[in-house]
């Protein structure tokens, strides 16, 4: 068998332990040949390729990044990308794919395997807002790095006895927002999911410096104030079409300076949170999710995902994979709540 193999959308932390396992598992136990594609679904489209043995996933298990580069490109977005893709895959021999990606790729995904390519998904985002699965790799390595941030951060706030805001990714959900603060012990949390009150904020903040701390608040990137979703939008799109969001913890940061007369901060993490090694989680992960999707293409057991729930990695519909967005539940939110101040 000829495996197809693609990592599409954002990066993250553990693609390529996840292109080990299925290389190393497809090759070694299977006996299949590996073909990477590269650049996502351009790839495919456009016939870039990549061949995948043994040696080429040498050394590669704790390098982030993904060795087969990525992209956000959509096959039935592009002119002909669906006849182009189903052409390559001819050409090339490739008898199935696996689709290493979050909500787009596997959406992707899945149209594809209706249009009658046979493809296994394997779910990633640092974001875990994916619906079929406990908990996606490059999470905990994005929150790893998010906590060490916080951690830096109030030493020198301390110092300086400021306000530091650390606005982290999460568009949507605020996962990685809700974990780091509350591993770095922050004082306030906001999320996408909850409008945020800035007079609460204000108070929260106004409490800690008067108990002579230095206050630290983390911040998704993708929170508002009630009442002003609009605001931080800015309505701006970038050559790619992705619409710019305004910078909340900048925002966030000149209000409470405004509001308390006190020197605040804002830092934004992006990107870094996304780079780099792994977390050995996140490793382990990545590399149980390659070594199962290899066994369902082996199998031809095409349209799944494979997913974590609870500690066993189990087949799910594609479909399950990209019907719901998995966001922080309000009770999980009130938990933290309680430790604000
Ligand atoms: O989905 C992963 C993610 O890192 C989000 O947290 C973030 O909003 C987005 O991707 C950033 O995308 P880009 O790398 O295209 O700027």
Redesign the pocket.
């Known amino acids: 068998m000829r495996v197809g193999v693609l990592t599409g ?4 932390p553990g693609l390529n332990a996840v292109l080990r396992a299925v290389t190393r598992k497809g090759i070694s136990v299977y006996q299949h040949e590996v073909l990477g594609f590269r650049s996502g679904w351009q790839g495919p489209i456009e016939g870039l390729t990549k061949p995948l043995g043994l040696d080429k996933v040498e050394e590669i298990l704790n390098r982030g990044g993904t060795i087969l580069g990525s992209s ?1 490109t959509n096959p039935f977005k592009v002119d002909n990308g669906v006849e182009r893709l189903k052409a390559t895959l001819e050409q090339e021999g490739v008898d199935a794919l696996v689709a290493i990606g ?2 787009d790729t596997l959406g992707v995904a899945e149209q594809l395997v209706h249009e009658g390519v046979p493809v296994v998904g394997v779910p990633k ?3 875990n ?1 994916l619906g079929a699965t406990d908990y996606t790799f490059g999470f905990d390595t ?1 929150v790893h790095i998010a906590t060490e941030a916080i951690d830096r951060l109030r030493t020198t706030a301390e110092s300086h006895h400021r306000a530091l805001v650390v606005e982290v ?4 959900a605020g996962w ?1 927002a809700l974990h780091s603060g509350l591993a770095g012990g922050a004082n306030v949390i906001l999320v996408p999911e909850q409008e945020f009150d800035v007079d609460k904020v204000t108070d929260w903040v106004r409490q800690r410096f008067e108990a002579q701390y230095a206050p630290i608040i983390v911040v998704a ?2 929170a508002v104030p009630q009442g002003g979703k609009e605001m931080l939008v800015t309505g701006e799109k ?1 050559a ?1 079409g ?1 619409v710019r ?1 305004g910078g909340v913890g900048t925002w966030l940061a000149d209000e409470i300076a405004g509001r308390t007369g006190k020197e605040s901060r804002a830092v934004v993490l ?2 870094v ?2 780079g780099g090694t792994p977390t050995a989680y996140d490793r382990v992960l990545a590399t149980r999710f390659g070594l199962h999707a290899i066994d369902a293409v082996t199998e031809g057991d095409f349209g799944k995902m494979v997913a974590l729930r609870g500690t066993d990695v189990v087949r799910v519909p594609l479909s399950e994979a990209t019907a719901e967005l998995k966001t922080v539940p309000l009770e999980r939110y009130q938990e933290a709540e309680v430790l604000f101040g």
Do not use: P
């Open positions: 959308g954002g990066d993250c956000r979050g909500e985002t640092i974001d807002d994005a990714m999460g568009r949507h990685i990137e993708g970038d790619f992705h969001l992006g990107h949170q996304r």
